[in-house]
């Protein structure tokens, strides 16, 4: 059972791979991964029970007799539900991030980034795209930034062969951006709350990698645009009719919402209360400033909510389902202990945390950057310094205690990684979907650059450490 187990995450991994193909959403491909191999799981507990959890689970009984059903139970309560809060945990922060995004967009605290980017200089014009993607995505996640950069990149750019290159650019940005920081990407998040690594570690030793991921792909792509075009400005959007906030009230409202989201991993330091909590604050107060600001047109005829775009709605809603599916397979999985085994391979036979690495970029070339970097970062726990003077190895296991060497390499190949192929990330799906870009052409004008920063970008780590 345990290889039939093991059999559907790979026939998952084989499906998300190939969902441009197929045109199976990946969301429900993890979850039926995630769902069904827990009732599997579950339905052989006594052997997997006595297996991994002998002693634990006879605590449990506190001397009753075992049967199935306390089994069912002691799965249920004392492996089960640890795993669905620490999915929750991750889809909780989601869920507030995209809240606060969604009020700051309703209220039009957004449309200053048109204002900023008034330049006829084609060149300029990316560049300015770019940082801009690249700041918000260390704040934001990846997905609801590529969908609002390129929101605004087609109210600018008519030309569709332009759109293009812009389009790349803001993705590669997002990327590179997003791991940069541990609530800019789901795995950053993950390996934050496992305790793998602290907040200001993480970016400090990231920092010139992703700088160099991000920056030579973007200046290989403007040497393809011309100096100066007629690009279509829109004047800053009229929100009499929805919203009665004026500019300084509007720069309030990005000031609590994003300056919020930079404070939670103090409030996590602080309180060391799991960082979606944190983001449920910044979510409270910033509703209330909301409130406040638009006391008048509450309950008004005249209040008309402007929804954001479906796709980044939809989009997001399956991210976190996406996210949920994909942990819940992996953690029964792990269960089984069959990750134990694959661990005790990768020791014996690989041994080295940079031939990790550089396999979990080519896996994310075509799987998702997420299930990638979970793959592997599963395979170890995180061990304490108490621990690693137990090891004969205490060079390598050093790269598995918290801000170990091994969580920052996972975590940014598979990260650039997914600037190679745009199948490999969510916001090059979403750059596929909305421009119609064929993968031949990316990986030609784009891909082969983008797998050459990021290749010099694990060379500088390697020198770095």
Request: charge should be neutral.
């Amino acid at each position: 059972m345990a290889l039939v187990i093991v059999l559907i995450l790979l026939i998952g991994y084989m499906l998300i791979a190939t969902g441009h193909v197929t045109n199976v959403n990946r969301a429900a491909i993890a979850m039926f991964a995630g769902a069904v191999g827990w009732v599997l799981y579950i339905c052989y507990g006594t052997d997997f029970v006595m297996s991994e959890h002998p002693g634990e689970y006879s605590d449990f009984l506190s001397g009753a007799a075992s049967s199935s059903v306390k089994v069912k139970e002691f799965i249920a309560q004392n492996i089960f539900i640890k795993y669905v809060g620490r999915g929750a945990e991750i889809v909780l922060f989601l869920l507030a991030t995209m809240t606060i995004v969604e009020i700051l967009d309703n209220n039009g605290c957004f449309d200053f980034l048109l204002e900023w980017m008034r330049t006829r200089n084609c060149r300029k014009l990316l560049w300015m795209m770019s940082v801009i993607a690249f700041v918000i995505s260390a704040n934001l996640d990846n997905l609801t930034t590529t969908t609002m950069m390129l929101v605004l990149m087609h109210k600018l750019v008519p030309n569709r062969r332009q759109r293009l290159i812009y389009g790349c650019a803001i993705v590669i940005a997002v990327n590179c951006g997003g791991a940069l920081t541990v609530i800019g990407d789901p795995i950053g998040l993950v390996l934050w709350n496992n305790g793998a690594v602290t907040a200001s570690n993480f970016s400090a030793s990231l920092a010139i990698p992703c700088l160099i991921a991000w920056a030579m792909p973007t200046y290989w792509l403007s040497r393809g645009l011309p100096e100066n075009i007629d690009l279509q400005y829109a004047a800053m959007p009229y929100r009499g009719d929805d919203t009665n906030l004026n500019r300084w009230q509007r720069l309030l409202m990005l000031f609590v919402g994003i300056g919020g989201l930079w404070f939670i991993p103090t409030f996590h330091n602080i309180t060391k209360l799991s960082p979606f909590l944190g983001a449920l604050c910044v979510l409270s107060v910033l509703w209330v400033v909301n409130e406040i600001m638009n006391r008048k047109l509450m309950n008004a005829d005249q209040m008309i909510h402007r929804p954001t775009p479906r796709v980044l709605q939809y989009g997001v809603i399956q991210l976190m389902l996406f996210v949920m599916g994909i942990m819940l397979a992996i953690s029964v999985v792990r269960e089984t202990g069959a990750i134990s085994d694959i661990s005790h391979f990768c020791d014996v036979n690989i041994h080295n945390i940079w031939i990790m690495g550089i396999l979990a970029g080519i896996f994310s070339f075509v799987l998702d950057t997420f299930a990638t970097s979970m793959s592997f970062i599963s395979l170890y726990p995180v061990i304490s310094m108490e621990q690693l003077n137990m090891f004969s190895d205490s060079d390598y296991m050093s790269s598995f205690v918290q801000n170990g060497l091994f969580w920052k390499v996972i975590a940014y190949s598979s990260a650039m990684g997914g600037n190679v192929l745009l199948i490999g990330s969510v916001s090059g799906l979403a750059l596929m979907k909305m421009e119609r870009i064929h993968i031949g052409w990316y990986l030609k004008n784009v891909g082969l650059v983008a797998m050459l920063a990021w290749c010099i970008g694990l060379f500088v780590m390697w020198l770095l450490n």
